[in-house]
């Protein structure tokens, strides 16, 4: 990888950031490499710890509530991971939890915060490539008006020099 492939914290070994070419790497889950482009959204997910291995990815999820307090809820194992749809409609998925861990523990929180700043990454990715689309699409716009008025001056025979009237036309026909 380049000197610019940035890895999150301690998950090097589930999934890497490269900046360079635009893509990123999942190393513990669907194992492969996608482009940032292909990503539509992204989600923390709770696996139930029984069902790893046993089944496609995450199909069997736990609903993790944020109250903790209650001694009436069940406190279930589950692995954290971050589910990735993409544009050709797969979904990739990315385990955080090496090893099970029990709702709300200090390994269940640092699992999350390590999911939560993969998912930000993600978006924050998607977001920058609209706003390049969008930049990309005002430029044109521009491009464009510029062209019809180049084009009107052109056609009021308001320029002084024959070649270059004759130059600009032939541009603008291009």
Known sequence: MSNLTLYINK???????????KEFTICDGSLGTYKFCDVVRSQIVYEHARYKGKSPLFSHRVL???FNTSIFIELKKVYVGVKIELSNKGK??????????IQHN???EEDYK???Q??????????DQKKK???NLNMMKQMIRTKKKMRKMINEESCCN????SYLSNWLQK
């Open 64 to 66: 993790i509530s944020t």
């Open 106 to 108: 200090l390994q269940f």
């Open 11 to 21: 998950i090097a070994d589930s999934i890497l950031f490269d900046e360079k070419n």
């Open 162 to 165: 024959y070649n270059f009237t």
């Open 114 to 116: 390590i999911a939560k």
């Open 92 to 101: 990739a998925y990315v385990y955080i939890s090496k090893n099970p861990v």
């Open 133 to 135: 689309l969008f930049t």
């Open 118 to 127: 993969i998912d930000k990454k993600l978006k924050k990715k998607k977001k």
